[in-house]
């Protein structure tokens, strides 16, 4: 098991979705939760950063990561056997504009539609963000994000919880990429909604030329005396 933690605590750091101190991992078996320790570093995980917990979230546990409460709910609300809960900064940054993050690359939106971005404990409370985040995985998504904090990602293991939280990065620096460079979708006409109109009224590019695509004009100048 530490080994594992280890393994997807080194993963997160070396792609830079986490900071040296930031992030939690955990799992859940037999009622209980193993959790990494608050501030711990998760490129170097050791035994003793590996907290044992309760799933009562009255249970005050001042070792554990301080988002133990929303662990503690997602697995009391879902299915989730692992939590991978890291800081990708393109996906913060898009939660503090956005409402919601829709992949826009095929390997994302293979993965997740969408993720669904949660208020945070600045506007409405850690307790109310913790009720907020198991709502959207009982729905269907498998990773959100926290406006302004991070993500959180469920799998039955860390590794898939990993997964998905390295495709909504990757997803999110795609999107900010297109919008750094001002791209955005052509608008284009439906065939039907073209052929209605008057020829005299499309626009140059509407008019379809009657010479095939790929075929020059030739150039007659030589013949011309």
Do not use: W
Not at 212 to 218: N, Y
């Amino acid at each position: 098991m530490l080994q594992e933690f280890r393994r997807i605590g080194k993963y997160l750091f070396d792609e830079g979705l986490i900071n040296s101190h930031g992030g939690s991992l955990s799992i859940c078996s037999e009622g209980k939760i193993i959790i990494t320790r608050q501030g711990c570093m998760l490129n170097e995980i050791k035994e003793e950063d590996l907290i044992e917990a309760s799933l009562d979230l009255k249970d005050k546990n001042e070792l554990a990561s301080k988002d133990i409460s929303i662990h503690r709910a997602i697995y009391r609300d879902t299915q989730a056997k692992a939590i991978v809960h890291a800081h990708p900064a393109s996906a913060i940054a898009i939660s503090i504009t956005d409402n919601k993050i829709v992949p826009q690359d095929a390997e994302g939106s293979g993965l997740f539609r969408s993720a669904p971005i949660v208020r945070g404990r600045d506007e409405v409370g850690a307790d109310e963000t913790a009720n907020l985040v198991p709502t959207f995985f009982v729905r269907g998504s498998v990773v959100l994000a926290v406006k302004g904090h991070g993500s959180f990602a469920i799998g039955k293991t860390l590794e898939e919880a990993y997964s998905y939280t390295s495709a909504l990065e990757n997803s999110c620096k795609i999107i900010v990429a297109v919008r750094a460079s001002g791209g955005k979708q052509p608008h284009r006409e439906k065939p039907d909604q073209m052929s209605r109109q008057p020829l005299h009224q499309r626009s140059m590019h509407q008019q379809r030329s009657g010479i095939p695509p790929g075929i020059g004009v030739m150039d007659r100048s030589r013949y011309k005396r």
